[in-house]
């Protein structure tokens, strides 16, 4: 494997992930503070700047720190991205681009093959994870009531594994694990999943807690926000021999995922080189749910906008979300953007603020 190790470190998003350094970061520290401006006007999410976005000044930095290099990876390893905020007496609004020069909406496809057979495409890494057939994502970590967030940032609620290969205590693969350091302890995790939520405009709203029993959560301390209903599942049938659902041929527009509203049993009448997604999607009912959102590529740039309610009052809000219901205070985040790879992402070391004006 060829990585120029640095040091060992920590990483935000990943669920697991092998924690080798090979980019030198770009830490946010002059220019590390979004302001979040009042707005009376009707914000509409369609990922296009409203004139009411000009009063709104950017945050920007080069993302430029990686958490490993994957063997066959082609992506980005640096990135330029921006981020805007407004708000008014309800709701807090995002506008986030980052230069990305390829849309990538492929998540373990399946691919008719010549024999009639299915086969699902996959490129695993030398971890055992997809940086191929993988959508494009974007994440944001706030602290809730994380010790050392304001510090580390998202850096706080990942553990390496020990020269023995274990992780409190307990041996596994992975080379990390994600939770916070005490009980109670809680982050906020909204992470925008190109395929999986793509499709739905919406974040995958979940959270972090302190959580280091893998038999109590098999993501450790990684957790979705509670639901009532909706989300997404794989799309393959019992055997794992093909796909469980069919519908229309896949393409990178409009139907990269089966909306679970538009599901057909799988009849099998394509022909080999036949794409269909990998994944069923519905919209999150419930907390999970919380953050609305419209992307588009375009020009080798992503964009997202994105709102959510300043406080929220769904089931166990308190420990999921952050509740930005004091607005003379400064919140800390940190975030990420992560092409076509299911793990590996590209970030910034420490924690940006938030605050109010």
């Known amino acids: ?27 946010a520290s002059e220019n590390d503070t979004l302001i979040s401006y009042k707005t009376t006007q009707t914000i509409t999410l369609d990922a296009m700047p409203e004139k009411e976005w000009e009063k709104a000044t950017p945050l920007t930095m080069l993302l430029d720190y990686m958490p490993y290099k994957p063997d066959q990876y082609e992506g980005m ?4 991205y921006s981020i805007k905020s407004l708000h008014d007496d309800q709701n807090i609004y995002f506008f986030v681009q980052w230069d990305d020069p390829t849309k990538s909406v492929d998540r373990f496809p399946w691919v008719k093959q010549d024999d009639d057979s299915w086969k699902q495409q996959k490129n695993l890494d030398q971890t055992g994870h997809e940086n191929t057939y993988y959508e494009d994502k974007a994440s944001i970590f706030w602290a809730i009531n994380a010790k050392g967030f304001s510090k580390k940032g998202c850096d706080i609620a990942c553990h390496l594994a020990d020269e023995e290969g274990k992780v409190a205590g307990i041996e596994q693969k992975s080379a990390g694990r994600k939770y916070t350091r005490k009980d109670g302890e809680t982050i906020d995790m909204w992470h925008w999943k190109g395929v999986r939520t793509g499709l739905t405009d919406q974040f995958d709203d979940q959270f972090v807690d ?3 029993d893998p038999g109590a959560n098999s993501n450790w301390g990684r957790k979705g926000d509670s639901k009532t209903g909706g989300g997404y ?13 069919g519908g229309l041929v896949m393409n990178l527009d409009d139907n990269y995922a089966i909306q679970d509203i538009d599901k057909a049993p799988f009849i099998d009448t394509y022909k080999p080189g036949d794409k269909l997604p990998g994944i069923v999607v519905s919209p999150f009912t419930g907390s999970r749910g919380d953050i609305s959102s419209k992307a588009v590529w375009a020009d080798g740039k992503w964009t997202l906008e994105f709102q959510r309610k300043l406080v929220t009052t769904g089931e166990n809000a308190a420990v999921e979300d952050v509740q930005f219901s004091d607005l003379s205070k400064t919140y800390y985040f940190g975030v990420s953007v992560f092409d076509n790879s299911q793990i590996n992402h590209i970030y910034h070391e420490g924690a940006l603020k938030l605050n109010f004006k």
Do not use: H
Not at 11 to 24: E, N, P
Not at 77 to 80: D, P, R
């Open 210 to 212: 302190a959580t280091k």
């Open 77 to 80: 390893l640096k990135t330029q």
């Open 233 to 245: 599942q794989n799309n393959i049938n019992e055997d794992k021999s093909e796909p469980a659902y």
């Open 1 to 27: 494997m060829n990585v120029l190790v640095s040091r060992a470190v920590s990483v935000c998003i990943a669920s697991s992930t092998l924690y080798l350094g090979f980019i030198q970061p770009s830490i």
